[in-house]
Nanobody, 129 residues
Framework: QLQASGGGLVQAGGSLSLSCAAS????????VAWFRQAPGKEREFVAA????????YYTNSVKGRFTISRDNAKLMTFLQMNSLVPEDTAVYYC????????????????????????WGQGTLVTVSS
């Protein structure tokens, strides 16, 4: 199971840090990703990180502003979001999959929500202008 937290209301230019806590069956290596879904829009890939943390991936619109990281000892994954803009407003979901090879080799697999089996409940991020 995954539990996302850390959302809230922030002004444009501000920062937020999201957390994703894993519990239950955590013995296997898994990739964690963040997706977001704005009202009336499809769920969108934001970032992903491999089990080792050595490989990270971002959608173009957040590169240089967001940073994904993880602490496997604590079963936590984080998304540090800086320089937020109103277009970042969405419900943010963390998701996980054990398909690391697919994630690292295929952009399509990496950004497809159907690749991820485990999902958190979502946390709302609202950026005011």
């Amino acid at each position: 199971q995954l539990q996302a937290s850390g959302g809230g209301l922030v002004q444009a230019g501000g920062s937020l840090s999201l957390s994703c806590a894993a519990s239950g069956r955590t013995s296997s290596r898994y990739v964690v990703a963040w997706f977001r879904q704005a009202p009336g829009k499809e769920r969108e890939f934001v970032a992903a990180i491999t089990w080792s943390g050595r490989s990270t991936y971002y959608t173009n619109s957040v590169k240089g502003r967001f940073t994904i990281s993880r602490d496997n000892a604590k079963l936590m994954t984080f998304l540090q979001m800086n320089s937020l803009v109103p277009e970042d407003t969405a419900v943010y979901y963390c998701a996980a999959t054990e398909r690391e090879s697919d994630i690292t080799l295929s952009l399509r697999a990496r950004t497809n929500p159907n690749t991820y089996i485990y999902w958190g409940q979502g946390t709302l991020v609202t950026v005011s202008s």
